[in-house]
């Protein structure tokens, strides 16, 4: 399914929408993992989200991971620049160098356990199957989609 089926179904719903960012809306291949100045940005996803973004019901976030803590202040940059519908507030920026290392799986599955529960609809998009798989074990009622589901 693509995200427009899961808008149009809850579209009576408040939706909570986490968006990842490495491989969805940055290019992960494109420089080092803490050159985020020169990620190229995946225009047509982040177009899409734009668009969604405006939707009433819609309460969009950025949750990603950074290997060091000097990577937030550069992905905020990044968003800053291609993103910028998503306020600083919006956005979750977890450093693993702040937590021991942990994996981004158990560090995004924890974030999303301690997400508030109401009649709202919570649906994460990640481009990573292993982060998806672990969400999906302890998060049961959160939709999970690939990455692939922002374009038809």
């Known amino acids: 399914m693509y ?3 899961y808008l149009e ?3 009576d719903k408040k939706i909570r929408l986490f968006v990842d960012m490495d491989g969805v809306v940055a290019d992960f291949d494109v420089g080092k993992p803490y050159d985020y100045d020169k990620k190229r940005p995946l225009l047509t996803n ?11 019901n819609i309460e969009m976030y950025i949750l ?18 291609y993103m910028e519908f998503i ?4 956005r979750f920026i977890i450093s693993r160098e702040e937590n021991n290392k ?15 529960r109401d009649d709202s609809v919570i649906i994460m998009i990640d481009d990573d199957p292993s982060i998806l798989g ?4 302890s998060n049961p009622d959160i939709y999970l989609l690939k990455d692939t589901a922002l374009v038809k």
């Open 134 to 137: 672990k969400i999906r074990q």
């Open 46 to 56: 982040i177009e899409v989200l734009r668009e969604i973004a405006k939707r009433d």
């Open 3 to 5: 995200i427009t089926d």
């Open 9 to 11: 179904r809850f579209k």
């Open 87 to 90: 306020k600083k507030e919006k």
């Open 102 to 116: 942990i994996s981004s799986r158990v560090l995004k599955n924890r974030f999303l356990k301690k997400v508030k």
């Open 64 to 81: 990603t991971i950074t290997s060091l803590t000097v990577g937030r202040e550069e992905k905020n940059k990044w968003l800053d620049q």
